[in-house]
Protein backbone atom coordinates (compact mmCIF):
# COMPACT_ATOMS: atom_id res chain seq x y z
CA UNK A 1 0.00 0.00 0.00
CA UNK A 2 1.40 3.56 -0.99
CA UNK A 3 -0.85 5.54 0.71
CA UNK A 4 -3.44 6.24 -1.99
CA UNK A 5 -6.14 3.86 -2.83
CA UNK A 6 -8.27 3.74 -5.67
CA UNK A 7 -11.43 1.98 -5.99
CA UNK A 8 -11.95 -0.34 -8.16
CA UNK A 9 -9.21 -1.96 -9.42
CA UNK A 10 -11.39 -3.04 -12.58
CA UNK A 11 -14.20 -1.21 -14.12
CA UNK A 12 -15.98 -2.45 -17.72
CA UNK A 13 -18.63 0.06 -18.73
CA UNK A 14 -20.74 0.14 -21.63
CA UNK A 15 -20.70 3.58 -23.51
CA UNK A 16 -24.26 5.10 -22.08
CA UNK A 17 -23.23 4.01 -18.60
CA UNK A 18 -22.13 6.56 -15.70
CA UNK A 19 -19.78 5.52 -13.10
CA UNK A 20 -17.05 6.70 -10.86
CA UNK A 21 -13.79 5.99 -10.26
CA UNK A 22 -12.59 7.14 -6.49
CA UNK A 23 -9.44 7.76 -4.98
CA UNK A 24 -8.54 8.63 -1.67
CA UNK A 25 -5.10 9.35 0.51
CA UNK A 26 -4.87 9.98 4.11
CA UNK A 27 -0.98 11.22 3.59
CA UNK A 28 -1.75 14.89 4.59
CA UNK A 29 -1.15 15.94 0.99
CA UNK A 30 -2.40 19.21 -0.17
CA UNK A 31 -2.73 18.28 -3.86
CA UNK A 32 -4.07 15.58 -6.13
CA UNK A 33 -3.72 14.48 -9.61
CA UNK A 34 -5.44 12.29 -12.13
CA UNK A 35 -3.28 10.68 -15.15
CA UNK A 36 -4.64 8.46 -17.86
CA UNK A 37 -2.24 5.56 -19.15
CA UNK A 38 -2.84 4.43 -22.46
CA UNK A 39 -0.54 1.63 -24.54
CA UNK A 40 2.05 3.30 -26.15
CA UNK A 41 1.48 6.52 -24.97
CA UNK A 42 3.02 8.46 -22.48
CA UNK A 43 1.12 9.58 -18.93
CA UNK A 44 -1.27 12.31 -19.54
CA UNK A 45 -2.35 14.64 -16.82
CA UNK A 46 -5.91 15.15 -17.23
CA UNK A 47 -6.77 17.20 -13.84
CA UNK A 48 -4.82 18.96 -10.91
CA UNK A 49 -6.68 19.50 -7.56
CA UNK A 50 -4.53 22.12 -4.70
CA UNK A 51 -6.61 22.50 -1.78
CA UNK A 52 -9.75 21.56 -3.13
CA UNK A 53 -9.58 23.76 -5.90
CA UNK A 54 -8.94 22.63 -9.98
CA UNK A 55 -6.08 24.88 -10.89
CA UNK A 56 -5.52 22.42 -14.33
CA UNK A 57 -7.56 21.07 -16.57
CA UNK A 58 -5.75 19.69 -19.77
CA UNK A 59 -8.32 20.09 -22.15
CA UNK A 60 -9.99 16.70 -21.03
CA UNK A 61 -13.23 15.88 -22.72
CA UNK A 62 -16.78 16.67 -20.90
CA UNK A 63 -17.62 13.42 -20.54
CA UNK A 64 -15.03 13.13 -17.35
CA UNK A 65 -15.63 15.20 -14.71
CA UNK A 66 -13.65 15.27 -12.00
CA UNK A 67 -14.40 16.46 -8.16
CA UNK A 68 -12.78 17.09 -5.21
CA UNK A 69 -15.01 17.37 -1.85
CA UNK A 70 -12.10 17.61 0.40
CA UNK A 71 -8.26 17.12 0.44
CA UNK A 72 -8.05 13.69 0.73
CA UNK A 73 -10.98 12.71 -1.91
CA UNK A 74 -10.85 13.01 -5.37
CA UNK A 75 -13.71 11.24 -8.01
CA UNK A 76 -13.74 10.91 -11.52
CA UNK A 77 -17.04 11.01 -12.76
CA UNK A 78 -17.18 9.17 -16.18
CA UNK A 79 -20.69 9.03 -18.97
CA UNK A 80 -21.05 7.97 -22.11
CA UNK A 81 -17.46 7.07 -22.66
CA UNK A 82 -15.87 5.71 -25.70
CA UNK A 83 -13.92 2.75 -26.52
CA UNK A 84 -10.64 4.92 -26.94
CA UNK A 85 -11.03 5.90 -23.43
CA UNK A 86 -10.00 2.83 -22.63
CA UNK A 87 -7.08 3.06 -20.18
CA UNK A 88 -5.58 2.51 -16.72
CA UNK A 89 -6.05 6.16 -14.94
CA UNK A 90 -4.16 6.67 -12.11
CA UNK A 91 -4.51 9.28 -9.31
CA UNK A 92 -1.68 10.30 -7.23
CA UNK A 93 -1.13 12.84 -4.28
CA UNK A 94 1.75 15.02 -3.22
CA UNK A 95 2.34 17.44 -1.21
CA UNK A 96 4.50 20.98 -1.97
CA UNK A 97 7.30 20.22 -4.51
CA UNK A 98 7.44 16.59 -3.44
CA UNK A 99 7.46 13.75 -5.70
CA UNK A 100 4.03 12.11 -6.31
CA UNK A 101 2.38 8.86 -4.44
CA UNK A 102 0.21 6.87 -6.80
CA UNK A 103 -2.30 4.63 -6.44
CA UNK A 104 -1.87 1.26 -8.02
CA UNK A 105 -5.05 2.35 -11.31
CA UNK A 106 -8.32 1.77 -12.28
CA UNK A 107 -8.31 -0.26 -15.40
CA UNK A 108 -10.75 0.80 -17.87
CA UNK A 109 -12.39 -1.02 -20.24
CA UNK A 110 -15.11 0.71 -22.40
CA UNK A 111 -17.14 -1.58 -24.50
CA UNK B 1 7.58 24.45 -20.80
CA UNK B 2 9.73 21.38 -19.20
CA UNK B 3 10.18 18.17 -21.05
CA UNK B 4 11.81 14.61 -20.57
CA UNK B 5 13.32 12.58 -23.15
CA UNK B 6 14.13 8.88 -22.41
CA UNK B 7 15.67 7.49 -25.49
CA UNK B 8 15.59 3.72 -25.01
CA UNK B 9 12.07 2.41 -25.39
CA UNK B 10 13.28 -1.43 -24.34
CA UNK B 11 16.31 -2.27 -23.15
CA UNK B 12 17.58 -6.03 -22.53
CA UNK B 13 20.12 -6.83 -19.65
CA UNK B 14 20.91 -9.99 -18.31
CA UNK B 15 20.70 -10.83 -14.53
CA UNK B 16 23.50 -9.78 -12.74
CA UNK B 17 24.97 -7.59 -15.55
CA UNK B 18 25.06 -3.90 -14.72
CA UNK B 19 22.17 -1.53 -16.16
CA UNK B 20 22.02 2.18 -16.93
CA UNK B 21 18.83 4.09 -17.69
CA UNK B 22 18.90 7.58 -19.73
CA UNK B 23 16.84 10.31 -19.18
CA UNK B 24 17.60 13.99 -20.32
CA UNK B 25 15.15 16.55 -19.47
CA UNK B 26 14.49 20.08 -20.45
CA UNK B 27 14.06 23.13 -17.53
CA UNK B 28 15.11 26.47 -17.44
CA UNK B 29 16.21 26.77 -13.34
CA UNK B 30 17.41 23.71 -11.46
CA UNK B 31 14.98 20.60 -11.64
CA UNK B 32 13.27 18.48 -9.05
CA UNK B 33 13.99 15.14 -10.70
CA UNK B 34 12.69 11.76 -10.16
CA UNK B 35 12.31 7.73 -11.19
CA UNK B 36 9.47 5.80 -11.38
CA UNK B 37 9.05 1.91 -11.80
CA UNK B 38 5.92 0.49 -12.22
CA UNK B 39 5.40 -2.79 -12.69
CA UNK B 40 2.29 -4.89 -15.11
CA UNK B 41 -1.15 -3.58 -14.06
CA UNK B 42 0.12 -1.45 -11.25
CA UNK B 43 1.09 2.59 -10.33
CA UNK B 44 3.93 3.72 -10.01
CA UNK B 45 6.41 3.67 -7.15
CA UNK B 46 9.19 6.51 -6.74
CA UNK B 47 12.63 4.71 -6.39
CA UNK B 48 14.38 7.88 -5.99
CA UNK B 49 14.30 11.74 -6.11
CA UNK B 50 17.34 15.21 -6.36
CA UNK B 51 16.58 18.56 -4.74
CA UNK B 52 19.74 19.59 -4.53
CA UNK B 53 22.96 18.91 -2.93
CA UNK B 54 24.95 15.63 -3.75
CA UNK B 55 24.55 14.76 -7.42
CA UNK B 56 24.36 10.87 -6.79
CA UNK B 57 21.64 10.01 -4.94
CA UNK B 58 20.30 6.51 -3.61
CA UNK B 59 17.03 5.10 -4.05
CA UNK B 60 15.32 1.90 -3.03
CA UNK B 61 15.69 -1.44 -4.30
CA UNK B 62 19.36 -1.21 -5.11
CA UNK B 63 19.28 1.80 -7.58
CA UNK B 64 21.05 5.44 -7.87
CA UNK B 65 21.25 8.13 -10.15
CA UNK B 66 23.48 10.95 -11.01
CA UNK B 67 22.65 14.35 -11.88
CA UNK B 68 24.53 16.84 -14.49
CA UNK B 69 23.73 19.76 -14.80
CA UNK B 70 26.27 19.97 -18.02
CA UNK B 71 24.25 17.41 -19.86
CA UNK B 72 20.83 17.84 -18.96
CA UNK B 73 21.06 14.13 -17.20
CA UNK B 74 19.76 11.85 -14.66
CA UNK B 75 20.21 8.23 -15.69
CA UNK B 76 19.64 5.90 -13.21
CA UNK B 77 21.87 2.65 -12.55
CA UNK B 78 22.34 -0.34 -10.70
CA UNK B 79 25.08 -2.47 -10.64
CA UNK B 80 23.63 -5.79 -10.66
CA UNK B 81 19.83 -6.39 -12.37
CA UNK B 82 17.74 -8.95 -10.66
CA UNK B 83 14.89 -10.77 -12.51
CA UNK B 84 12.35 -9.06 -10.46
CA UNK B 85 13.46 -5.66 -11.54
CA UNK B 86 11.92 -6.32 -15.18
CA UNK B 87 9.51 -3.17 -15.23
CA UNK B 88 8.74 0.16 -17.34
CA UNK B 89 10.79 2.83 -15.97
CA UNK B 90 9.82 6.67 -15.86
CA UNK B 91 11.91 9.66 -15.43
CA UNK B 92 10.20 12.42 -14.76
CA UNK B 93 10.73 16.27 -13.73
CA UNK B 94 9.06 18.63 -11.80
CA UNK B 95 8.77 22.30 -12.56
CA UNK B 96 6.87 25.37 -11.14
CA UNK B 97 3.68 22.89 -10.64
CA UNK B 98 3.12 19.59 -12.30
CA UNK B 99 5.74 16.78 -12.68
CA UNK B 100 5.99 15.89 -16.40
CA UNK B 101 7.15 12.44 -17.47
CA UNK B 102 9.19 10.75 -19.81
CA UNK B 103 7.70 8.14 -22.22
CA UNK B 104 9.22 5.41 -20.36
CA UNK B 105 11.95 2.35 -20.66
CA UNK B 106 10.67 -1.19 -20.38
CA UNK B 107 13.73 -2.87 -19.14
CA UNK B 108 13.69 -6.65 -20.19
CA UNK B 109 15.98 -9.31 -17.51
CA UNK B 110 16.70 -12.05 -19.59
CA UNK B 111 18.24 -15.50 -17.39
Known amino acids: ETGVTQTPRHLVMGMTNKKSLKCEQHLGHNAMYWYKQSAKKPLELMFV???????ENNSVPSRFSPECPNSSHLFLHLHTLQPEDSALYLC??????????FGSGTRLTVV | AQSVTQPDIHITVSEGASLELRCNYSYGATPYLFWYVQSPGQGLQLLLK??????LVQGIKGFEAEFKRSQSSFNLRKPSVHWSDAAEYFC?????????FGKGTMLLVSP
Open chain 1, 92 to 101: ASSQAQGGYT
Open chain 2, 50 to 55: YFSGDT
Open chain 2, 92 to 100: AVRGYSTLT
Open chain 1, 49 to 55: YNFKEQT
